[in-house]
């Protein structure tokens, strides 16, 4: 079965531009967790939603990200007034409740 | 807070040598503990995981991990390595069955012919 996507994989953009990272989870999965991976880094949580909403958003690191799962499949993380040190590896995971999280390839982010 | 450590941001072994890659979690509750394995330009991807049951855990590619409560310990170990081991290794830690992940920092393998 198809596994956790992520569009685009690659996104190059300009200090201060917004963007719109995309993630497909696998079908009937109800949890859904955004990680950002700095380079030479772990993963870093950032936001976990269970259905449409968003069950902990504690490691968003400021009012400038927000992320969105209206109809409690595809979600969208978005980022205003981009800063060249949101540069990173964006990654994607769902899970049946309480069961593995399993990881799409990313969305490489990079800002100039 | 609660914490992952991974001793070694880089380990090289020659093939066919053991591989141990050492973990340490900082926690006075046991979590769930579990090792991703990241090939260049690839996504993350489980090796194995602990809950609750046995310490010994086995999980894909010949690898398996202890969890060693006392020593706040969980060691990911390959009796013979092979040279399609190199990659990246994350432990991690979850403290609920649906929560966030925390990753340690990662150890990259590197394997000699």
């Known amino acids: 079965g198809a596994g956790v996507s992520q569009t685009p994989s690659n996104k190059v953009t300009e200090k201060g531009k917004y963007v719109e990272l995309r993630c497909d989870p696998i079908?009937?999965?109800?949890?859904l967790y955004w990680y950002r991976q700095s380079l030479g880094q772990g993963p870093e949580f950032l936001i976990y939603?269970?259905?449409?909403?968003?069950?902990?958003d504690s490691g968003l690191p400021n009012d400038r990200f927000f992320a969105v799962r209206p109809e409690g499949s595809v979600s969208t993380l978005k980022i205003q007034r981009t800063e060249r040190g949101d540069s990173a590896v964006y990654l994607c995971?769902?899970?049946?409740?309480?069961?593995?999280?399993?990881f799409g390839p990313g969305t490489r982010l990079l800002v100039l | 807070a609660q914490s992952v450590t991974q001793l070694g941001s880089h380990v090289s072994v020659s093939e066919g040598a053991l591989v141990l890659l050492r973990c340490n979690y900082s926690?006075?509750?046991?979590?769930?503990l579990f090792w991703y394995v990241q090939y260049p330009n690839q996504g993350l991807q489980l090796l194995l995981k602990?809950?609750?049951?046995?310490?010994l855990v086995k999980g894909i590619n010949g690898f398996e991990a202890e969890f060693k409560k006392s020593e706040t310990s969980f060691h990911l170990t390959k009796p013979s390595a092979h040279m399609s081991d190199a990659a990246e290794y994350f432990c991690?830690?979850?403290?609920?069955?649906?929560?966030?992940?925390?990753f340690g920092s990662g150890t990259r393998l590197s394997i000699r012919p």
């Open positions: 995971a769902s899970s049946a409740p309480g069961e593995t999280q399993y």
């Open positions: 079908s009937g999965h109800t949890a």
């Open positions: 939603f269970q259905g449409t909403g968003a069950a902990d």
């Open positions: 926690s006075s509750v046991p979590p769930y």
């Open positions: 602990y809950t609750t049951g046995a310490t």
């Open positions: 991690a830690v979850r403290y609920s069955s649906a929560s966030k992940i925390i």
